[in-house]
């Protein structure tokens, strides 16, 4: 294994215990404190970015081999559209909003995973060039966020006590 691979690997296994811890000291208690919908419209806001990894295909870039970069733009930028449906759904109140965010969160989970086995299978960190930095640090935040929603979406849906003031 080449050692950029493994340096990138070890990058972002570290940023992603520091997003988990992140959303565990600020992220959780602020969200399970609210209704569902309403901790939903938070944690469905990052993933509206995740077109960024259409940037893998900017020339300049990085030189990762079309094979992997062209599905992971196409999957981030599908991820990202239905991420702000979701958002829309959300917010306008539609009745199959939480189908919509079911959506979102598992293709988007889907297409990380899917993104990674290739990532290792084509060895591309030595080729990622300025690109590597969105793998290092937004990708480990992106995986956090899909589990925080779904996990927010299999909870009961129990409001939370309205509070005094």
């Known amino acids: 294994m080449p050692p950029a691979t493994k340096l990138l690997g070890l990058l972002a296994l570290m940023s992603c215990c520091a997003w988990t811890l ?3 000291v600020h992220v959780i208690p602020r969200v399970d404190a609210r209704a569902k919908r309403d901790a939903l419209l938070i944690l469905v ?33 599908i991820t990202a559209a239905l991420a702000m449906t979701a958002m829309l759904a959300l917010h306008a109140r539609w009745s199959y909003a939480t189908k919509v965010v079911w959506a979102s969160a598992v293709f988007g989970l889907v297409d990380l995973l899917h993104n990674f086995a290739n990532s290792i299978r084509l060895q591309v960190a030595p080729r990622l060039g300025p ?20 996990r927010t979406l299999l909870r009961k849906a129990i409001e939370p006590p309205s509070r005094i003031l």
């Open 131 to 150: 690109i590597g930095y969105v793998v290092a640090f937004g990708v480990p935040m992106m995986f956090v966020f899909h589990v925080l929603v779904l």
């Open 45 to 77: 806001t990052p993933q509206m970015f995740r077109g960024i990894g259409a940037m893998a295909l900017f020339p300049g870039i990085g030189d990762a081999p079309l094979e992997w970069s062209t599905p992971l733009a196409w999957g981030d930028c």
């Open 22 to 24: 992140v959303a565990r």
